[in-house]
Structures are given as C-alpha cells and as structure tokens.
C-alpha cells in the first residue's frame, strides 16, 4: 500500500517528509496513533490544505485530484493487480524488513534525492526505513523537470544522493549511503567501502 503512494509521489514530482513506521519502532508510530488512532500505514497529512487521510486509495485519489492533472493511472490504483505487484516486489525483496533501533538519532531529517523505480533508490529507502529514520524524499522521476537544476546543483544526474543536515555530509552511490548510515547511526551492514564525498548544503 505504501508502495502505491510513493510511486504516486514521484510521477507527481511531489517531495515529502517520510517517517517510517516498522514495526517495533516507537516515535513514529506512536505519533501516528496520536494524529490517526490507528497505527495503519500509509497515513497522510498534508499541512499547506490541512488535510489528514489514511488509506492508500484515498491518498492516491486525493493526490492525484489536487496535484495532477489527470486521475489516478489504473496502475496505481489499490486493484488487485497493483495490490498483488507491489507485495511481489515486496517478496523478492525479502519481505518486511525488521527494525534496528539506531544508538543514535539524528535531530534533524536526513534528505535523500531518488525515484520509485530505482533498486538502488529503494536500498537506501529500505535502509532509512529499517533504522525508523525520517527524511525528505525529493522525488525525481525519469520525465522530471528537476533533473536540469539537481544536476546544475550537484555536478551530474545520479541517484540516489543523500544529504545529512546533521553532519553536513552529501554523497551519492548506494554502497557509500549503506555504509554511512551503518558508521554514522550504528546499524550492523557489510557495505562495500568507499570514499565519501563532500559537498556544502
């Protein structure tokens, strides 16, 4: 379900604040009991039309209709068929991913530039939601107009790339990203080592 709202964000160009909500992990879902009385994923809020829904269905509709200019693709919405594709890219991925509670925690959300359909994007998604870390996702789907001004900002169009407000650390490559946040938030990963490179915010 999760799945179908994030592919909904980056076809609509749209960047969010994400805060995972594994199971076992204690902030976020307990502030999503507090807003929703449910402890039910995906959950919305949208603070600029002060809108709060559950549901994928409901915000891929709600998405769609007030920052699209079509409705929902059929493949996007919470069918059969989609509902069945999405479990079985789950699947292969392993399944549900168990949650790691970080020694540390960063004060401020981590930044991470992707798009859907990216498996190096989705490591580093999978990752950030293992460790119940929120950040930014800015969305930048294949046709995306914001590819011009990334690659004018950061030298070249790859992703995914991360920026850590924290510790003022920006770097692309999946391996590098696995690998700083098993160093920096403590998380048990044998990435493939590599040089961090830095770049100011």
Known sequence: YSRLVRETLSELDLDALIKPCPPGETTHNRELLDLS???????????SQRVSLGGSENIVRYLTTNYGTHGAPARLRASPVSLFSSRLASSLRGGEQRYCNPKRRPEQPLELWNYEASPYCRMVRERLGALGIAYTSHNLA???????????????EQFPYLYDPNTRVGMFESGVILRYLNDTYQFCFDAVPAEISMHPA
């Open 142 to 156: 294949r046709s995306s107009s914001k590819r011009d001004s990334f690659k004018a900002r950061f030298g070249r």
């Open 37 to 47: 009385g449910k402890s039910e994923v995906p959950f919305l809020i949208d603070r």
